[in-house]
């Protein structure tokens, strides 16, 4: 139980070009989701919690505008990173809590996004 | 906010040795603890958890220490095997179950890495 599904795993595209990530909960509903970056042997970085319905709240230092976030059912969150540049290459990994209780994160396979 | 340190960031043992790894955080108010294992390119799959109610946990070869007065927690895990190697992360999430919470996000250490040798 509990599994997250992350597409697409790898996305080589060239500057300016917005890309967009799915994360979705297959077999629970999550009312909330995570979204992190994680850069080569580095931990792993909050950017915003997406909550089902509503906007979704960024950490300090993360450009709202940059990487839209859309939590539009209690299965699906999307992250879209908008005119993308090399900068913004790195692995993109989305979690998601079980809707009831005191549940645990479970992980997406991540996204490794790479702008050329 | 909170703010978790973890230690050391790189661990080599023997296979069949034991490994700990620790963790301390900064905000009293955190009150559920998780581990992740994180292998190469894959991701974060947790391992063990536990809650402030309870100061140890255990899952088999993996344990979970908690001590809320020093607020530090640590990962132990016997038998070692090289299937074991990984990099291990402790997070910390001040607001679980309680009202008017942090929304459940957690605040994860630098991780470790763990190399078992066989």
């Known amino acids: 139980g509990a599994v997250v599904s992350q597409h697409p795993s790898w996305v080589i595209c060239k500057s300016g070009t917005s890309v967009k990530i799915e994360c979705r909960s297959l077999d629970f509903q999550a009312t909330t989701m995570f979204w992190y970056r994680q850069f080569p042997k580095q931990s792993l970085m909050l950017m915003a919690t997406?909550?089902?319905?509503?906007?979704?709240?960024?950490e300090q230092g993360v450009e709202k505008d940059k990487f839209l976030i859309n939590h539009a059912s209690l299965t699906l969150s999307t992250l879209t990173v908008t005119s993308a540049h090399p900068e913004d290459s790195s692995f993109y990994i989305c979690s998601a809590r079980v809707y009831t209780g005191n549940q645990p994160q479970h992980f997406g396979d991540g996204t490794r996004l790479s702008i050329l | 906010g909170e703010n978790v340190e973890q230690h050391p960031s790189t661990l080599s043992v023997q296979e069949g040795d034991s490994a700990v790894i620790k963790c301390t955080y900064s905000?009293?108010?955190?009150?559920?603890f998780p581990w992740y294992k994180q292998e190469l390119g894959k991701r974060p799959q947790l391992i063990i958890d536990i809650r402030s109610n309870v100061g140890e946990k255990k899952d088999q070869r993996i344990a979970v220490t908690l001590n809320k007065t020093a607020k530090h927690f640590s990962l132990h895990i016997t038998e070692t095997q090289p299937e074991d190697s990984a990099v291990y992360f402790c997070a910390a999430n001040p607001g679980l179950g309680n009202s008017g919470g942090s929304n459940y996000k957690l605040t994860f250490g630098k991780g470790t890495l763990l190399t078992v040798n066989p």
């Open positions: 905000d009293s108010a955190s009150n559920y």
């Open positions: 997406s909550n089902e319905g509503s906007k979704a709240t960024y």
